[in-house]
């Protein structure tokens, strides 16, 4: 069953289309044609914005992680044939730093939700019995729900969709080649060359998604990428400082 079939949750999702759908009317004196995708620019923008004290939180386990590191490795390899004894010695540690190990897991698990809300709002053809409204609206002259995959099928293609498309994979891989360089691991010895490669080839998969998705979304995930590598810029920086 689709969670969003459900009355609440088609309810918000409706509702949130339905704003995104006002905030492009309200700014489309300045914004033009690109209205819609700018609202939702300016959403994304803003959702993220909402969730910057997880992503701090977040960032700050990191760096506790990191800081641990070498002495989680010399107490694993102390105690590598004394599992118990290792686990009391690593609670010790962690208790002594005031460190949750799953510290860094909850703030990813809590943002999981509201981000999917926001991506479902954009590729949802329909909410709540009716067409979503912000895939009706249009960027550019082209329809919010439309596709570069899905209207290639049906050789329907306008030169508009495909340069809105090619910019917005043009962003994602941009992003996903600087993630992939400011944020490769350090220290790869060990690691097998297909893990390496797997890894830096995960840094594009935001640009090989959005052909396929309506172009609503297209726009949320270039958006959401380019956040995403700003934030984890300015915040590797800062907790870098904070070390």
Do not use: K
Not at 6 to 19: E, K
Not at 29 to 49: H, N
Not at 75 to 80: A, G, I, S, T
Not at 109 to 121: C, D, E, G, I, R
């Amino acid at each position: 069953m689709n969670p969003f079939d459900l009355p609440l949750l088609a309810a918000l999702v409706d509702h949130v289309a339905t704003a995104l759908l006002h905030l492009a009317d309200a700014i489309d004196p300045f914004a033009g044609p690109a209205s819609a995708a700018l609202a939702i620019v300016l959403a994304t923008a803003l959702v993220r914005a909402c969730l910057l004290p997880l992503a701090v939180a977040q960032a700050r386990a990191e760096r506790d992680r990191r800081r641990l590191a070498p002495r989680v490795s010399r107490l694993r390899e102390q105690y590598r044939d004394r599992p118990e004894r290792l686990q009391e010695e690593l609670r010790d540690l962690y208790a002594a730093e005031r460190v949750s190990p799953a510290a860094g897991c909850l703030p990813m698990l809590a943002q999981a939700p509201v981000l999917s809300f926001a991506y479902a709002t954009l590729v949802l053809p329909t909410i709540a019995g009716h067409q979503n409204v912000i895939l009706a609206a249009t960027a550019f002259g082209v329809p919010l729900g439309e596709s570069f995959a899905a209207s290639a099928v049906a050789s329907a293609l306008s030169p508009t969709l495909v340069v809105v498309t090619l910019v917005l994979v043009a962003i994602a891989i941009v992003a996903g080649e600087l993630s992939r360089r400011a944020f490769a691991p350090g220290d790869t010895a060990g690691v097998p060359a297909w893990a390496r490669r797997s890894t830096g080839a995960l840094q594009f998969l935001t640009a090989a998604i959005v052909p396929f998705v309506p172009l609503a979304a297209g726009v949320y995930l270039a958006t959401t990428v380019t956040w995403t590598l700003g934030q984890r810029l300015v915040l590797q920086r800062a907790f870098a400082l904070r070390a």
